[in-house]
């Protein structure tokens, strides 16, 4: 499966912004999806994620109650709907697949097999 993120771009504090990443080659809804964010100097970090159920959904707890996290397997594509965005959210976002994932491992860079190109987002204050 090959992963296309997209939709970050330079908002100011407060904003809200919709990334996507869209797969070809294989249908998204075999796959857990997770995205991920790496700032300049820092490691890269968890954000958010899904089960293939799409029933379960996890998040950072820089996330909770800001961010959400979707998936429409009719257009092959998982959302990240990102709301009141802060400065500290600035990083290049990356969406991540792999075809199934315990619990303990959606949380872990490593688990995932498959990757796309990041997408900046550049939140200012």
């Known amino acids: 499966v090959q992963l296309q993120a997209s939709g970050g771009g330079l908002v100011q504090a407060g904003d809200s912004l919709r990334l996507s990443c869209a797969a070809s080659?294989?249908?998204?809804?075999?796959?857990?999806i997770a995205w991920f964010r790496q700032a300049p100097g820092k490691e890269r970090e968890f954000v958010s994620g899904i089960r293939r159920s799409a029933s379960n959904e996890y998040y950072a707890d820089s996330a909770k109650g800001r961010f959400t996290i979707s998936r429409d397997n009719a257009k092959n594509t998982v959302y990240l709907q990102m709301n009141s965005l802060k400065p500290e959210d600035t990083a290049l976002y990356y969406c991540?697949?792999?075809?199934?994932?315990?619990?303990?491992?959606?949380?872990?860079?490593?688990?995932?097999?498959?990757w796309g190109h990041g997408t900046q987002v550049t939140v200012s204050s």
């Open positions: 991540a697949a792999a075809p199934g994932l315990i619990l303990s491992a959606m949380r872990t860079a490593s688990s995932y097999s498959y």
């Open positions: 080659g294989r249908p998204i809804s075999s796959y857990s």
